[in-house]
């Protein structure tokens, strides 16, 4: 072996060790940075155990019909922090966590709809909520409310869609860039997380600048979103939704349930991160809004709203419009 080979082999084993160091001190930075983050965020509900995980359930307020507060797609029930105290005002409301969402564990597998519905049945047991109830469901929990009604209808008086998705969109709407992107990105964020990578160069922060959040909402958003396993759970969810929008029928009859689509409103606008031109952003809001039509004609007492002053993310976006259009249902079903 001559001279330079064993120097070659000899700082290639010094760059072994570096690199298992410095996944060590990541990995225990990252253990340590999250715990910190848990402490100064406790869960502020309650916990229950569903198919072997500790899921979370968050209730406010009393009196019926209580309204279920199903999240958009790879979010929680923190997403909700601007409505949720002043909905239970009027009337008790629960937010909830899916598996890997905000306080609730990460589940091995992606979850779809029927899944989705069977564990938030089994929450809603446990806790003991019973008697009528409106189901709330934003973009992707929509579709898993709608699930949900289909399965479990016996308590559901009322439900409201909040710029719902749609169960043929995925072959609709217009292609926007290379769709296996997100798993990509949410596949390698998964292995860097544990390790603090993610944290280090706050690459999820993005996400949240764009809301514009109060500070408060905005720090416990990324104290949930850079715990560990949170790509992780988010790869998982995205992989088992795609299935649910790229159906050949179109969403199933709500009959005369009490329906209140709220729907975004604001001028569609081109996107260079998804590589969305404002030709692309106008036909796909043109698209969508025929889409949000179909929701609304489910029921043949369908009603819909504009969020003139809001993009897709309503109640974070344009909250009030939000709440008082939930009140307005929840007063029309006790008049009743």
Known sequence: MTKVMRIVLKLAKYFVVLIAVLIVAGTIYQW??????????????????????EMHLDCRGQGEPVVILESGLMSGSSSWGLVHDTLSETTRVCAYDRSGMDWSA????PIDAVVVSRRLHTLL?????????????????????????????ENIVGMVLVDSSHEQQGDRLPEIGDPSQ???????????????VI???????????????????AALARANAYQSHRCGAMLLETQGFQREVSDSQPPVSLGDLPLVVISQGKA?????????????????????????????????????????????????EQPQIVIDKVTELVSRLRAK
């Open 125 to 153: 047991s446990a806790a003991g909520i019973e008697g009528e109830q409106i189901l709330l469901g934003m973009s992707a929990g929509g579709v898993f409310v709608r699930e949900y009604y289909q399965r479990y209808p």
């Open 106 to 109: 990460i589940s091995d597998q």
């Open 268 to 316: 569609p606008e081109a996107n260079e991160t998804f590589g969305m031109t404002l030709a692309d952003a106008q036909e796909m809001a043109v698209i969508w809004d025929q889409l949000q039509n179909e929701l609304t004609a489910l029921s043949t007492v369908g009603l819909r709203y504009i969020a003139h002053q809001s993009g897709h993310v309503i109640q974070m």
């Open 182 to 196: 997100m798993s990509t990105i949410l596949s390698l964020c998964s292995w860097l997380q544990p390790i603090g």
């Open 32 to 53: 340590q940075a999250a715990g910190s983050d848990r402490a100064k965020f406790p869960a502020p509900g309650e916990m229950f155990s569903v198919d072997g995980l």
């Open 199 to 217: 944290r280090v160069f706050s690459l999820l922060d993005a996400f949240f600048d764009q809301l514009h959040l109060p500070p408060e909402m």
